[in-house]
C-alpha cells in the first residue's frame, strides 16, 4: 500500500518507432528532382564529397594494381560501391540545412561530419565494413573454389579465363548472385538508417529496422530506387571513378528527400500511458 504524503513514480518518456509511410514511384522521380537541385545549389560541397568517394575507389585499384592483384580490380570496384551511403552523410547534412533555411558552411557541414565519429553513425559504419569485408572474402573463396590458387598477371588475362572457360563462368554466375544478396541485404539496412541517424537521436538498430520497415512497406519504388542507384554507379566509375564527382552528390542528396519522404516527421514528446 502506497504511503501517505508519497508520490507516484511517474512513467519515463517512451519515443515511439519512427513512422515509416509508403511511397511510389513519384516520389523518387520528385527526391531526383530534389537532390539535382541540392547540387546545383551547393556544388561545392558536391563536387568536395564526390571527389572523396572517387579518389578512394582510384586509389584501391591502383593499389591492387601495385601489389600485382588487378584481377581483384573488378570485385573492389564493385565492393567499393557498398559503402557509398557512409561518404555521403555530409550530403545528408547539406541537404538538411537547406531544407531548413540554415547558413552553409564549410566549418558546420564538416564539423557535423566530424561529430558522427562519436555517435551512432560510427556503428552502421562498422555494418558497411563488415559486409564489405564478407564480399571481399567470399570473392576470394569463390576464386579459390573454381579458378584454384593461381594468380594473374594483368586483368586482361583475368577476364579472358573468366569469360572464356567453364569454371570462369560459374565463378560470375556464383559471384553475382552471392553479391546481388549481399547488395540487397545492405541496401535495405542502409537507404533510409544514414539519413536518420543524421537527423535523429536514435540508435543505429532502431535505424536499420526502420530502414528494412521502409523497403518491406514500399517494395517496388524502392527496388526501383535500387537499380537507378547501381546502374548510375556503374556507369560513374568506368571512366577511372570520374562520374562519381557529380553522381554521388546527386544520389545522396537525392537519398536525404527520399527519407524525408518515407519517414513521418517525428512528435515533439510521446509518453506511455498508464
Not at 550530403?91 to 566549418?107: F, I, K, M, Q
Request: glycine content about 8%; overall charge neutral; aromatic content about 12%.
Amino acid at each position: 500500500m502506497q504511503e501517505q504524503g508519497t508520490t507516484a513514480p511517474v512513467p519515463p518518456a517512451v519515443r515511439r518507432d519512427p513512422v515509416v509511410n509508403a511511397i511510389g514511384i513519384t516520389d523518387i522521380v520528385d527526391a531526383l528532382a530534389a537532390g539535382l537541385r541540392d547540387f546545383r545549389r551547393a556544388p561545392q560541397f558536391g563536387l568536395f564529397f564526390g571527389a572523396i568517394y572517387a579518389g578512394g575507389g582510384l586509389l584501391i585499384i591502383l593499389t591492387a594494381s601495385a601489389f600485382q592483384m588487378s584481377y581483384l580490380s573488378y570485385p573492389l570496384a564493385a565492393g567499393f560501391a557498398l559503402i557509398g551511403p557512409f561518404i555521403a552523410v555530409g550530403l545528408y547534412e547539406v541537404s538538411r540545412r537547406l531544407e531548413a533555411g540554415e547558413t552553409l558552411s564549410w566549418p558546420s557541414v564538416l564539423g557535423v561530419v566530424w561529430a558522427q565519429r562519436g555517435r551512432e553513425i560510427s556503428w552502421m559504419a562498422f555494418v558497411v565494413l563488415f559486409v564489405l569485408i564478407m564480399w571481399m572474402y567470399q570473392v576470394r573463396l569463390l576464386l579459390a573454389l573454381f579458378l584454384g590458387f593461381q594468380s594473374f598477371a594483368t586483368f586482361g588475362e583475368f577476364v579472358s579465363e573468366v569469360v572464356s572457360t567453364p569454371e570462369g563462368l560459374m565463378f560470375l554466375l556464383v559471384g553475382h548472385v552471392v553479391g546481388a544478396i549481399l547488395s540487397v541485404i545492405l541496401f535495405s539496412l542502409t537507404v533510409i538508417s544514414f539519413p536518420l541517424l543524421m537527423d535523429r537521436d536514435r540508435d543505429f538498430i532502431t535505424a536499420m529496422i526502420t530502414s528494412v520497415r521502409a523497403v518491406v512497406t514500399s517494395p517496388l519504388p524502392m527496388v526501383g530506387w535500387a537499380i537507378v542507384v547501381t546502374v548510375t554507379l556503374i556507369i560513374s566509375m568506368m571512366p577511372a571513378f570520374m562520374g562519381l564527382l557529380v553522381t554521388l552528390p546527386v544520389l545522396g542528396h537525392t537519398t536525404w528527400h527520399l527519407y524525408r519522404r518515407c519517414v513521418a516527421p517525428e512528435p515533439a514528446a510521446t509518453v506511455a500511458s498508464t
